[in-house]
């Protein structure tokens, strides 16, 4: 079972761009499908996007040309690049498997405020 640590949350103004990054021990070392989602203050968390162990990327409508998913199996990594953000974008946002119920990591937080 991974156990997955996610990092390169802050404070961004909206249209900014941070990198978010996630870790687990092996994860490059199987096939899987990462997904990095968010919870938004008071909401449910959401699916943002998601990426194939070969790399083949799923968007969300709302972020897609503004979001990168990628990941490094060498580094047991997945990335995703946040651009042109938006203050309703603010939230934990966490990495697990697509479909996860369970094993959560701490996430972390994305604030999009002026």
């Known amino acids: 079972q991974a156990h997955f640590v996610e990092s390169g949350g802050g404070l961004v103004q909206p249209g900014g761009a941070l990198r978010l990054s996630c870790t687990a021990a092996?994860?490059?070392?199987?096939?899987?499908?990462v997904a990095w989602y968010r919870q938004p203050p008071g909401k449910q968390r959401e699916v943002v996007a998601d990426?194939?162990?070969?790399?083949?990327?799923t968007y969300q409508d709302s972020v897609k040309g503004r979001f990168t998913i990628s990941r490094d199996n060498a580094k047991d990594t997945v990335y995703l690049q946040m651009n042109n953000v938006e203050p309703d974008e603010t939230g934990i946002y966490y990495c697990?498997?697509?479909?996860?119920?369970?094993?959560w990591g701490p996430g972390t937080q994305v604030t999009v405020s002026s």
């Open positions: 990426v194939s162990f070969g790399g083949a990327p």
């Open positions: 092996g994860l490059g070392s199987y096939i899987n499908v």
């Open positions: 697990n498997y697509i479909l996860a119920d369970r094993d």
